[in-house]
């Protein structure tokens, strides 16, 4: 299917996410205000601005609801687990104040033309034990034989 170079026309605008990237372990992994950042990460994306989507902390803060520290960790996740990647860093001055500019890596970069990377495809979670370590405390736990204690042994 040829991609088409054009922005979308109308008011009818909808975000698509692919299945195969909600069934990845990286997708799982995401919390819920990860989830919330990568949505509007790809909302601001309009078919010829990947590598150029501005989107800073403070941004994403006021439109999530959240602190800046929260969506600092939300951006710094997608970057971990391969959704997003930095493609210009922000700065910050009296005369100019440019956010942060941002790839999604499920897409063609429009800035330098490389393919797509899909780094979240290749993130494999940390080995952590997920409960708690079995650790026994106290005596040893010993079957009781009521055939025994009864006498019928």
């Not at 989507?53 to 997608?78: D, F, Q, Y």
């Not at 440019?98 to 897409?107: D, F, N, Q």
Request: glycine share 8%; proline share 3%.
């Amino acid at each position: 299917m040829a991609r088409s170079r054009f922005k979308r026309k109308g008011s009818a605008k909808f975000i698509m996410i692919d299945g195969y990237i909600m069934r990845s372990p990286a997708w799982r992994a995401l919390s819920a205000n990860d989830r919330a950042a990568y949505l509007e990460l790809k909302w601001r994306y309009d078919g010829l601005n990947n590598g150029r989507i501005g989107l800073g902390e403070r941004e994403l803060a006021e439109a999530l609801h959240v602190s800046r520290e929260t969506a600092r960790r939300s951006l710094n996740s997608l970057v971990e687990k391969g959704f997003a990647a930095r493609a210009k860093a922000s700065g910050f001055n009296v005369k100019n104040r440019a956010a942060t500019e941002w790839r999604l890596t499920e897409y063609r970069c429009d800035v330098s033309g490389h393919m797509s990377t899909k780094d979240f495809m290749r993130w494999v979670p940390d080995e952590k034990t997920t409960g708690a370590p079995q650790v026994r405390t106290g005596a040893p736990q010993v079957k009781w034989d009521h055939k025994k204690e009864a006498g019928y042994a």
